[in-house]
């Protein structure tokens, strides 16, 4: 069954334009049927589909405890699903691999390295047949896009946290992956760090068109960054004594002009629409509760 969308589709999309045939392009990530029971009958989630096309910035917004970091792991390779298929240019996703980076909440660096050697051990996984010298230049690179040629050479203990998050950012950038995945990657950090790297990840996934897939429980972190937000609803025992799993409960397209900034986004036509919407799914739907009267 497809997710329900928003806005409604008679708001959102122009009519189809007729003189062009439908893109034939299939999705870089086509999740299907997926579902996980870490309690047998009780799956935490069940029936997620969706698709990621290449490009596309998709967050993924719900509750505490409705499955979104195991669908991350999945997507991984980290972890194995109960039921359903993750398929990546249609070969299925079944262990980690360099063409997905991955960011979690921890930076997960390497504390006995500087920052260009903790990048440079994963550009020299990625290219073993590479040379010193392009080893160097691509951590540099990287290093560079996110503000920290001046810290190249400490060590993580010598950084501030939102400085470790932005090598953990770079390390998974400098790998290219085709598909980045970010679980809370800023959800340690103060609000002003939290709001320049905010900034500065908008900036290299449109420099460099990465696909992202992203957890996040700030909305406007979400509509900040995503084109599409997957809201999702927590497993619940329903009135009836049924148990339903947690799932993605509605498909929300972003209608905001792309090229938005953090300090503009509350200007925007469409801002306090968007917003409200999120917000009213996750205090009135995500936790099963039956509609208040
Ligand atoms: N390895 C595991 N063994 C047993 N239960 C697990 C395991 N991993 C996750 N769970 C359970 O699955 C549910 C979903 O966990 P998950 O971490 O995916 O949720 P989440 O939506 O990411 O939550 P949060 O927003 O708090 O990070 C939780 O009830 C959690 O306790």
Redesign the pocket.
Known sequence: MLSPTYPPAAVAAPPPDLSTPPSVDAPLLRVEGLGKA?VPGRP?FAGVDFALNAGEFVCVI??????????LNVLAGLEQASAGHVLMSGREIDSPGLERGVVFQGHALMPWLTVRRNIAFAVESRWPQWSREQVDAQVRRFVDLVGLSAAIDKKPAQLSGGMKQRVGIARAFSIQPRMLLLDEPFGALDALTRGTIQDELMAIVRETAQTVFM?T?DVDEAILLADRILLMSNGHDAPDGRYVPGRIAEVVVNPLPRERTRRGLHHLDGYYELRNHIVDFLVSRALGAPPSA
């Open positions: 870490f935490v719900g509750h505490s405890g409705c499955g979104k970091t195991t669908i957890i429980h």
